[in-house]
């Protein structure tokens, strides 16, 4: 079981990785959620009965642990045990200068437009979102459509 979660880990990091970065501002408090979202997946794995996508599943988990811990004011780490390697935030990954930007503006969204936007970025559809944030369908467009505006002011 351990390997398996490791491989689903490792192939769909990218998704905690946008969490991360968009929850977080160093890279340091990045490291720590990382491995705060990895921790909460391993409890909730046994349960997860694949009856939808992974990534649905580490997107709804990600998102609430990152939600959750942003409310307080420092996460606890004294009970981890050291991580594979290839479970850490990479240094590899180069931010171009218009990736750091949206960032920038993401960030000043609050919680639920961060975890919509977020979701809308990643290519899911209205009724995914829907059922990954318990929105009506037709909330999450109205929604998008105020977050895209929303964005269109802070970048300016």
Known sequence: MEKEFLALVHDYQNIIYKICRLYRDNKEDQEDLFQEIVYQLWKSYPAFKRESKVSSWMYRIALNTAIAIYRKSK????????????????????????????????????????????LY??????????????????????????IKNKLKQILK
């Open 75 to 118: 996460i606890s780490v004294d009970y981890y045990q050291e991580f594979p390697e290839h479970l850490h935030l990479s240094d590899e990954k180069s931010i171009s200068e218009n990736e750091e930007r949206l960032f920038w503006a993401l960030r000043k969204l609050n919680d639920s437009e961060k975890a919509v936007i977020s």
């Open 121 to 146: 970025l990643e290519d899911f559809n209205y009724h995914e979102i829907a059922a990954i944030t318990g929105l009506s369908e037709s909330n999450v467009g109205v929604r998008l459509n105020r």
